[in-house]
């Protein structure tokens, strides 16, 4: 696997802009201020000069007077995420996206089209370079978590040998383990179990009284460089749709224009949605998910907008700020075709183009095949019921 990261993409991007921000402290302002404006992201340089986050600009500029604080434009960020992510389509089918700047890929498998492994590594590397001028690290090995540690070294790429990955993961600090919960890293370090070796002998069993049996067994295998994940698809599987939409800053559940947003995400293919999820996340990074049932996906977009909506307010009840939304469609054409085709589909398939051309053409009103509601007419009072031609 390969591990690609960007470091401080956001200043990148604004050197990349401007090339006088080269070379000198810079800080982006936190759009959530009230009163007075405090500092959000801060770059290495900035940091190096005692500046840190959450920091009143005021103070800040009157200790470096160089400093240039920014304004924040995050979607011009997360469209430089989109644009990492295309870039690493051209080279493997699978991976993942982590934080701002972070890949995960999986290149085993091309060496038949690209060569070695290190090479493909570093022409991705050199090729990124010059189409955006962003400058990159790379971590190689065969453990997701050894390759992402590895491309923290800030070589211009770093590899882990095969059955070295213990070894280089050993003297690792635990805070560089992905996504270990402050808590439990908090309890590690009151037992005196700092660094990634001081967990590597730990027994199965005391590793699970110590975090959650559920957890351990991924956590072990973390820390010994054991854990192969198969990675998803970076392209969406043919017939599904992702719409992602960062809420900067983050709201309340009630403040968040949700219906408007998945009108124009349900409205952009006119296609009969079969399958709906609903995924959002809060500030503490909590995930909920809403799946449509089969009644709700017979509705006209925009009553299953609304629905949304509802379903959206009725699920976040925590009162916390939620800073992500996700919707997740798949269409009726191009959907995979299991050995034993229903019927029902076959029948759906063949009118799906028809059914799609009557839905834009009657955007306020529910068009459904006539066998769909023939069990229960009357709640087919509003719809047109599109009969096939036999």
Partial sequence: MLAMWVPELPFQLACGRDGSLRDRPLAFLNPDSSRSPTLWFVNRRGRAEGLAAGLPMDQALRA?????????????????????????????????MGRLGEALVELQGTQAIFGP???TAERMRRELAERHGW????????????????????????????????????PQPLRRLPDLAPRIRERFHRLGLRQFADLQPVPLAVLAELTNPKAAPELRAKVRGEDRPRLPLLTERPGHARHGWRLQPPCLPEEVALAA???DWLWSDARHPRH???????????????????????APPLVL?????????????????????????????GRERSLFEDPVHRRLERLEPTLARLRRRFPDRAVLP?????????????????????
């Fill in 117 to 119: 492994l290190a090479d």
């Fill in 261 to 263: 947003r998945c009108l």
């Fill in 135 to 170: 400058d990159s690290h790379g971590g190689l090995s065969l453990s997701a978590t050894a390759a992402q540690i590895a491309a923290r070294a800030e070589h211009q790429l770093e590899r882990v040998w095969d059955g070295a990955e213990a070894t280089f993961l050993g």
């Fill in 64 to 96: 470096t007077p160089g400093l240039r604080v920014l304004d924040p434009a995050p979607q011009v960020w997360w469209e430089a995420q989109g644009s990492l992510s295309d870039f690493l389509q051209h080279w493997t089918p699978q991976g993942q």
């Fill in 276 to 298: 709906l999820v609903l995924r959002w996340w809060d500030v503490d990074g909590e995930p909920h998910a809403w799946r449509a049932t089969a009644e709700e996906l017979t």
């Fill in 370 to 390: 006539g066998w769909v509601e023939r069990g229960d007419l009357k709640q087919a009072n509003n719809s047109l019921i599109f009969m096939e031609a036999r």
């Fill in 305 to 333: 907008a609304r629905r949304i909506q509802q379903a959206f307010l009725a699920g976040a009840t925590r009162r916390l700020l939620v800073r992500e939304v996700e919707l997740r469609l798949a269409w009726g054409l």
